[in-house]
């Protein structure tokens, strides 16, 4: 990598260029995963795309006329001080607001960068160039302001913003609770069962860590095959199924761990103790995100973790 201050005037404005390319296909790849679920949004990203193009024509008119045809391959990861950001295609599905705070990261680097060019150029006509891109990056912030205000009524805002929160509840919450209650309660019976019924501390932590793997496996794929998302909304089923099969898990690891102390009345109590906070942090997720009243989230986990815990105990001790 080589620092900014190093470049030469040419090598400046090829820069330029690219990055205006750049940001042009990060809003267009941005307003195409969001077309479908956000119409209006997609809109503003569409009109930004085609505002970074006008950029890009002026910037490669001057280049042409002081440096002629070949441009030199110079991107914002060969030269010290950008921000990296992530391909769009690998951040899907798309967040709302990690895309619009995206946007404006990117507006106020591009402003920053044209400004500290424009201050070390020493040909006038570049100079000029870099100075006014800075400041319609400024008129394109205040463009994207109107841009979302002309498409995004309060009304509208709202409506994505809730769709937003459901999408969110349906692909990564409801596959990470199931799990998350499937490995912190059905894993507690043969874990505590094991654990009374040897008295051995380190065989409990055997069947628990077993139970644990093979609830997530079988609970990853139950949730990767059980929908693939075209209908009902949920995402891809390979993201839903990882989820669920590593919240399953470390639910069930949880309550395991403690059997590594080797006195079998310590690791039981501090075993007890987390399957409470697992329990409580069930209960919350239910009340916070799936809109179930406080006391009855808690009142439905505790009653289905003391039956299956019940059951493990009187098993193991039989």
């Known amino acids: 990598m080589r620092n900014f201050s190093d470049l030469t005037e040419r090598e400046v404005l090829a820069l330029a260029i690219a990055n205006e390319e750049e940001d042009n296909r990060i809003y267009v790849d941005i307003a195409e995963g969001l077309r479908q679920e956000y119409p209006a949004s997609a809109n503003v990203f569409t009109e930004m795309a085609e505002e970074e193009t006008e950029h890009r024509h002026k910037l490669l008119e001057l280049y042409r006329e002081k440096f002629g045809e070949h441009i030199p391959l110079i991107r914002r990861q060969d030269v010290r001080g950008f921000i990296q950001h992530k391909p769009v295609w690998q951040i899907y599905p798309l967040n709302l607001d990690e895309v619009r705070q995206l946007a404006e990261s990117m507006e106020t680097e591009t402003q920053r960068f044209y400004r500290t060019a424009a201050a070390r150029s020493q040909d006038v006509s570049i100079r000029k160039l870099l100075g006014d891109l800075a400041a319609a990056e400024v008129e394109h912030e205040h463009r ?80 990767a095959l059980s929908d693939n998302g075209s209908l009902t909304g949920r995402g891809a089923p390979l993201i839903r199924g990882a989820i669920t099969g590593a919240m399953t898990t470390v639910g069930g690891i949880g309550h395991t761990l403690p059997f590594l102390i080797p006195v079998f009345w310590t690791a039981t109590a501090v075993a007890i103790a987390v399957v409470i906070v697992e329990l409580a942090v069930i209960s919350w997720v239910r009340w916070k995100y799936m809109d179930t009243p406080p006391l009855y989230a808690t009142l439905q986990v505790a009653f289905g973790g003391a039956l299956v815990f019940a059951c493990g105990i009187l098993i193991g001790s039989s």
């Open 144 to 223: 994207a302001d109107a841009l979302r205000a002309e498409n995004l009524t309060d009304k509208v805002r709202q409506g994505e913003d809730v769709h937003a929160r459901r999408s969110f509840v349906l692909r990564i919450i409801q596959p990470g609770l199931a799990g998350l209650m499937d490995g912190s309660v059905s894993t507690l019976a043969p874990v505590f069962a094991a654990a009374f019924a040897t008295q051995n501390t380190w065989e409990a932590f055997i069947v628990g860590l077993a139970a644990s793997i093979g609830a997530g496996i079988s609970m990853g794929f139950a949730e």
